[in-house]
């Protein structure tokens, strides 16, 4: 592809392509966009690539897909050199991975770190978009590309006296880059998601005394994560090409178990026996035991009951037992949740579970917690209280369209998108993995990957026709979004507070934003989008004389 940027006699750098953020997205955005021959320049607020895994050092970080599955699939070089050692691999291998492949790729040269974007502004005389960063550069663009993605903007609890206190403070998603010693330390952890399970049961058996408060308990499910065997990491790799082909054609955009087999189409005994199989197996089993789990709520309340009834039996204490088991909201509502040894953790007598509900927590002092009952006296208080997740990367710059129109302003009633990508008034902005796309609910790599590639697509569609700037129209957007809305009413996903709804920020707008129709459906929503060459759905802007170089 032809570059568009052209020698400028300012002192303001002209690209084709800024990308912002190096996670998974930026950093496929970087690779594809430098072998089309475009000029590029990607930002990292981070030292280094890794998005999500550069911040999340936390102890026990680990993905809960498996590694093979949470991989670029776009290199077959890639994917024959590295060699994953565990089915769901730690945070310190996929750093490794991302770091091998930023190495194999020469990404970094292209990569400016430390530095934060702070605003985007269209400017529709000269169709660019002039990027702004922390560190005082300015860049023009034609194009910009928020590989911000979903859950980079940390969120600390809304608890008074954050400041005041005087032992170690530790965020989750902001994880100290040197060791960090639990031994003989009193530790609080608060939050009890994804995150809060896994810090909890490495540092509980490792810590003096863990004190976990917990508000709203996960459903969390073994992992029974296992060594990968060379014979089956061989068979993998002589496969790789029909596993991505058949993970991007699954509804999670990955290898994961499904079934077509509804609830009460078994006998109960039958249901028994499958659901004591997907346990023993581990892994996300359960959620492909049955078909209806998300739309059913009947049937859901039983495999609910079902989990309940192994917390009974991993945890000695009835009374933590009891409170540790989620009731009021439907199991995988939240997020589904892995762990290897979370319950057992709460039989060591040094590990303390603290009810938010019964005990509400007060303020955080110099010392540590007040809760309504007294204060728990702490050395490090471990923050796992989730993330302002899906818009809260997007708004944390100041990115103005067409006429002045700021994102915030037109999310100020929830976010609005046409396929999670491209949004109207905002001429060339691309996002990656964005709100009302299939974002959390599937494989969040092959997402970055069809984002990124579909992006592509455009920017090829643009220059082969000689245009400067497309935008989807108002119609495209509001019939997307009617589509998310449609989809999402029969979700079972509404029924439980969570980031999905943006219910754990506060005065943020509530409702699903994500596409839940499975990411094959996705992918055909956005193949539609650019057939009878893009023209149903979007606008471009004629040439205006500058397209060539
Ligand atoms: P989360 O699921 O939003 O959980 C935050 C926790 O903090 C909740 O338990 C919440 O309780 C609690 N909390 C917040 N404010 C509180 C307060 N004032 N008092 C007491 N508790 C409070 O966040 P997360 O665990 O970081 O997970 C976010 C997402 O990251 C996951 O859904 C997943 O997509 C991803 N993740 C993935 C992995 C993996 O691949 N292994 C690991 C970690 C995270 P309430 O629910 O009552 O608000």
């Known amino acids: ?13 002209r690209l084709d392509v800024v990308i912002v953020g190096a996670g998974f997205g930026g950093m496929y955005a970087v690779h594809k966009f430098n072998a089309m021959g475009l000029k590029i320049q990607g930002y990292e607020a981070g030292s280094d690539v890794g998005g999500v895994w550069y911040w999340n050092r936390y102890p026990g970080a680990r993905v809960d897909l498996p590694s093979i599955d949470y991989s670029f699939g776009f290199s077959p070089e890639v994917e024959q050199e590295w060699t994953w050692s565990e089915q769901f691999a730690a945070q310190p291998e996929l750093l490794r991975y991302i770091n091998f492949v930023a190495d194999r790729l020469d990404l970094r040269r292209h990569i400016q770190f430390n530095t934060r974007v702070t605003s985007a502004e269209w400017d529709d005389a000269r169709q660019v978009w002039v990027v702004k960063t922390d560190q005082g550069d300015v860049v023009e663009a034609t194009y910009c590309i928020m590989a911000t993605g979903p859950l980079s903007i940390p969120k600390d609890p809304e608890i008074p006296g954050i400041g005041r206190f005087k032992g170690e403070l530790l965020r989750a998603g902001r994880w100290p880059h040197q060791p960090v010693s639990y031994a003989g330390k009193r530790v609080g952890v608060i939050g009890t998601g994804s995150t809060g399970i896994q810090i909890v049961q490495e540092v509980g058996p490792q810590a003096g005394e863990l004190f976990v408060f917990q508000r709203t308990p996960s459903f969390t499910m073994p992992m029974r994560n296992v060594p990968l065997e060379p014979d089956y990491v061989a068979e993998v790799k002589r496969n790789y090409a029909g596993l991505r082909e058949s993970a991007r054609n699954s509804p999670a955009g990955g290898i994961r178990p499904a079934s077509t087999r509804a609830f009460f189409s078994v006998t109960p005994a039958q249901r028994l026996s499958l659901m004591e199989d997907a346990w023993k197996q581990g892994g996300l089993a359960m959620l492909g035991t049955f078909s209806d789990l998300l739309v059913n709520e009947e049937a859901n309340e039983h495999v609910a009951e079902f989990v309940r009834g192994k917390i009974g039996e991993m945890v000695k204490d009835p009374v933590t037992a009891e409170k540790l088991k989620p009731r009021g909201y439907p199991i995988f509502a939240r997020r589904p949740c892995l762990d290897s040894s979370y319950y057992e953790t709460f039989n060591l007598p040094t590990v303390h579970l603290m009810d938010c509900n019964e005990d509400p927590i007060l303020e955080i002092t110099d010392k540590g917690v007040r809760t309504q009952s007294g204060e728990v006296e702490l050395d490090m208080l471990i923050f796992a209280t989730g993330y302002d997740g899906l818009t809260g990367a ?10 002045g129109l700021r994102v915030s302003r037109k999310w100020s009633e929830g976010a609005r998108s046409y396929l999670g990508i491209m949004m109207a008034g905002f001429p060339n902005l691309f996002m990656t993995t964005g709100p009302n796309g299939p974002a959390a609910l599937a494989n969040i790599i092959r997402i970055s990957e069809n984002d990124v590639d579909w992006i592509a697509d455009a920017m090829r569609h643009m220059s082969a026709t000689g245009q400067t700037a497309m935008e989807p129209t108002a119609e495209a957007e509001d019939g997307w979004m009617k589509t998310v809305a449609a989809l999402s009413q029969r ?12 219910a754990n920020v506060k005065d943020k707008p509530q409702g699903l934003s994500m596409f839940t129709g499975g990411f094959p459906k996705y992918r055909e929503y956005c193949a539609l989008a650019t057939q009878d060459g893009y023209r149903a759905h979007f606008t471009f802007d004629p040439v205006t004389g500058s397209a060539s170089s």
């Open 1 to 13: 592809m032809t570059s568009i940027s052209q020698n400028s006699s300012t002192a303001t750098r």
């Open 491 to 502: 979700s079972l996903l509404n029924k439980a507070k969570t980031w999905y709804l943006g």
């Open 394 to 403: 997007m708004l944390a710059v100041d990115v103005q369209g067409r006429d």
